[in-house]
C-alpha cells in the first residue's frame, strides 16, 4: 500500500500539468510525465496505473467514503490486468516459438492445443476483468460507472501514447512520422 502511495506522489511531482483543482479541493487527473529517459512497457502500466488512482477520485466524483473502496479494488483490477499480460505474452510467446520457420513445422494438433490455449486464455480473461469491474461498480452510483468507462478510455489511450513514445526513444519502434511543412500560399 506504501508503495503505491509513494508511486502516486512520485508520479504527482514528475507531473508538469496537473489539473485544475475541482469541487472540495481535490485535484483532478494529472497528466503523464515528461519521460528523461526509455521507460519499459511495464514501467509505463505501472506510471499510468498510478495515474489512474490519482485522478480517479476527482474524475469519477467520488466520495471520501467511497474511494477507500474503490481505491482496493481498483487496485485488484489492476494487478488482475497485469496478471493477464504477463500469461496472454508467455501464451503468444509459447505459440511464436512453436510456429518459427526454423523448427519443424509442427503438426496440427499441437498447432490446434496451443491455439485453443490461448483462445481459452483469453475468454477468461475477459470473463475475470468484467467481474473485477463488476465489483467495483458495486461501490459506485449509475453516473460514476459512466465516468469510470470514459476515463479509463482516457488512460488507456495514454497508455498507448507513451509506450509508443517508450518503444521510439529506445529506438526499438518506427521512426516519428515527419509532419508535412506547410506549403507556400501564392
Known amino acids: 500500500m506504501l508503495l503505491v502511495v509513494c ?7 514528475q507531473s508538469p500539468v496537473p489539473a485544475e483543482p475541482g469541487p472540495g479541493g481535490r485535484r483532478g487527473a494529472l497528466a503523464p510525465p515528461q519521460m528523461n529517459g526509455p521507460l519499459s512497457n511495464e514501467e509505463v502500466y505501472t506510471l499510468l496505473d498510478s495515474f489512474v488512482m490519482a485522478g480517479a477520485q476527482s474524475a469519477l466524483q467520488l466520495t471520501d467514503a467511497q474511494f477507500s473502496a474503490f481505491f482496493q479494488r481498483m487496485m485488484r483490477l489492476q ?5 493477464h499480460r504477463a500469461q496472454r505474452q508467455r501464451a503468444l510467446v509459447e505459440l511464436r516459438q512453436l510456429m518459427s520457420p526454423k523448427n519443424e513445422p509442427p503438426e496440427d494438433t499441437v498447432v490446434a492445443a496451443k491455439t ?16 473485477a469491474l463488476a465489483d467495483i461498480d458495486q461501490v ?7 465516468r469510470l468507462r470514459l476515463f479509463l478510455e482516457n488512460m488507456e489511450r495514454r497508455k498507448l501514447e507513451l509506450l509508443v513514445r517508450a518503444r521510439q526513444n529506445r529506438g526499438g519502434g518506427p521512426p516519428p512520422v515527419p509532419r508535412p511543412e506547410p506549403s507556400p500560399m501564392r
Not at 7 to 13: D, P, R, V
Not at 79 to 83: D, N, S, T
Not at 140 to 146: E, F, M, Y
Open 79 to 83: 494487478r488482475l490486468q497485469r496478471q
Open 7 to 13: 508511486t502516486i506522489e512520485l508520479a504527482a511531482q
Open 116 to 131: 485453443k490455449e490461448l483462445d481459452d486464455l483469453e475468454s477468461q480473461i475477459a470473463v475475470d476483468e468484467r467481474k
Open 140 to 146: 459506485l452510483q449509475v453516473p460514476q460507472r459512466a
